[in-house]
């Protein structure tokens, strides 16, 4: 399990009650759809999440990770990615 801040938790709650009042019988399992998805099970192009976000979802992942990098290499594989990925975020190799 992964704590998420309170704010976070208060953005994805919102979230998830307006994605159920939009779309409360889709078969949809991503996080994000859209009025195109709600009706399939395939995902939100990765160009709507961006215009959603106001930032690319890759930056974001690639934040997040800074963050968890802690030196905790195993945590961070656990959480995020794989092992020679962690070991360059933490400045242990040059992968």
């Not at 994805?12 to 759809?33: C, K, S």
């Not at 974001?60 to 968890?68: A, H, K, N, Q, T």
Request: proline share 2%; glycine share 4%; with cysteine.
């Amino acid at each position: 399990m992964i704590a998420l801040a309170a704010a976070v938790r208060t953005r994805l709650v919102a979230w998830l009650d307006e994605r159920h009042r939009r779309w409360p019988r889709t078969a949809n399992p991503h996080l994000f759809i859209n009025t195109d998805t709600a009706v399939l099970t395939t995902s939100v192009s990765a160009f709507w999440v961006n215009a959603k976000l106001g930032i690319s979802a890759q930056t974001l992942v690639e934040g997040r990770v800074l963050d968890e990098a802690t030196g905790d290499v195993r945590r961070i594989c656990d959480l995020f990615i794989t092992v020679e990925t962690a070991l360059r975020y933490v400045g242990l190799h040059d992968a």
